[in-house]
């Protein structure tokens, strides 16, 4: 009997289908890994569209906000209060105000205020801050975060009266220029729709730009400073009162002499607000 020979081509046909049966199920994974990816990617974009939503919102009531801190002075062009219904009047008038009866608004602590929510979503509450600005040591060189003492001077029989009154003035001068930078407020807005949520958090410095006087050792008595003046060789600073009755302080007398800024409830004086940080 003759012996049978190799076929190739029936070899390359074994072959063939070896491999064709390995391309189809490469396939078929294949095509049930693009098929899960669709589906996820379906469904992170039916996540991100609610994300998104509450993202926007969120950013565009604090840049409303933001807007009016920025745009808000306190005063009028007569020099009344700018009683506008911002948020910038609201913190300038009444957040910020130390010991006044109507600021039920007490230091360091967070207040959320819930706000009629805008169309499509389900919830929008606003939250305040205030914190003692860390630039309130750069204008108020000797302050204390209890009172409203801008610096204490001990005035005695050596103190030259003359330097001391160019340096109150020139203190006075810079205040009233610039301002008293005593507050940072955070601003955050939440917004919440479908479960989702998103709070944007900006932080503002307040200026206030209040009027200066003075006190005397431990007595409530406020003074304004006039002037520098002499008596023969005896040299004096010069106050005055709301009546204008004259204070004379030569330094005969010890006495300490307290710059202090005007913060009580009903007191009215300009402001600004400078954005620091944002986390949007």
Same mark, same amino acid.
Request: glycine letters at 8%; aromatic letters at 10%.
């Given at each position: 009997?003759?012996?049978?020979?190799?076929?190739?081509? !029936?070899?390359?046909?074994?072959?063939?289908?070896? $491999?064709?049966?390995?391309?189809?199920?490469?396939?078929?994974?294949?095509?049930?890994?693009?098929?899960?990816?669709?589906? $996820?990617?379906?469904?992170?974009? &039916?996540?991100? =569209?609610?994300?998104?939503?509450?993202?926007?919102?969120?950013?565009?009531?604090?840049?409303?906000?933001? +807007?009016? =801190?920025? !745009?808000?002075?306190? $005063?009028?062009?007569?020099?009344?209060?700018?009683? &506008?219904?911002?948020?910038?009047?609201?913190?300038?008038?009444?957040?910020?105000?130390?010991?006044?009866?109507?600021?039920?608004?007490?230091?360091?602590? @967070?207040? /959320?205020?819930?706000?009629?929510?805008?169309?499509?979503?389900?919830?929008?509450?606003?939250?305040?801050?205030?914190?003692?600005?860390?630039?309130?040591?750069?204008?108020? @060189?000797?302050?204390?975060?209890?009172?409203?003492?801008?610096?204490?001077? @001990?005035?005695?029989?050596?103190?030259?009266?003359?330097?001391?009154?160019?340096?109150?003035?020139?203190?006075?001068?810079?205040?009233? #220029?610039?301002? =008293?930078?005593?507050?940072?407020?955070?601003?955050?807005? #939440?917004?919440?729709?479908?479960?989702?949520?998103?709070?944007?958090?900006? #932080?503002?410095? !307040?200026?206030? #730009?209040?009027?200066?006087?003075?006190?005397? @050792?431990?007595?409530?008595? +406020?003074?304004?400073? &006039?002037?520098?003046?002499?008596?023969?060789? /005896?040299?004096?600073?010069?106050?005055?009162?709301?009546?204008?009755?004259?204070?004379?302080?030569?330094?005969?007398?010890?006495?300490?002499? !307290?710059?202090?800024?005007?913060?009580?409830?009903?007191?009215?004086?300009?402001?600004?607000?400078?954005?620091?940080?944002?986390?949007?």
């Amino acid at each position: 009997m003759p012996q049978k020979r190799n076929d190739p081509l !029936h070899g390359q046909q074994g072959f063939a289908m070896i $491999l064709v049966l390995c391309l189809g199920a490469l396939f078929v994974a294949l095509a049930a890994a693009l098929v899960y990816a669709a589906s $996820l990617m379906l469904s992170n974009a &039916d996540r991100q =569209l609610p994300e998104q939503d509450v993202y926007e919102l969120a950013a565009s009531f604090s840049d409303v906000l933001e +807007q009016e =801190l920025l !745009h808000y002075t306190g $005063l009028n062009a007569d020099g009344t209060a700018n009683n &506008d219904g911002s948020l910038g009047y609201f913190i300038n008038n009444t957040y910020v105000r130390k010991g006044g009866i109507k600021n039920v608004y007490g230091e360091d602590t @967070d207040h /959320t205020f819930t706000l009629q929510a805008p169309a499509g979503a389900d919830e929008l509450t606003v939250t305040l801050r205030k914190t003692l600005s860390e630039a309130y040591g750069e204008t108020a @060189d000797e302050s204390t975060s209890d009172s409203n003492i801008l610096i204490s001077y @001990d005035i005695a029989s050596n103190t030259d009266l003359q330097n001391l009154s160019e340096v109150m003035k020139s203190r006075e001068q810079s205040y009233e #220029k610039n301002g =008293l930078a005593d507050y940072d407020i955070t601003v955050t807005v #939440k917004v919440t729709k479908d479960g989702e949520s998103y709070a944007v958090t900006r #932080k503002y410095r !307040h200026t206030g #730009k209040y009027r200066i006087y003075y006190t005397m @050792d431990d007595t409530a008595a +406020q003074w304004t400073f &006039d002037s520098y003046q002499k008596d023969g060789e /005896t040299g004096y600073l010069l106050f005055t009162n709301a009546a204008s009755v004259p204070q004379r302080i030569n330094g005969k007398n010890p006495v300490t002499l !307290h710059m202090r800024y005007h913060i009580e409830d009903g007191a009215v004086y300009g402001c600004t607000f400078t954005r620091i940080t944002s986390n949007d």
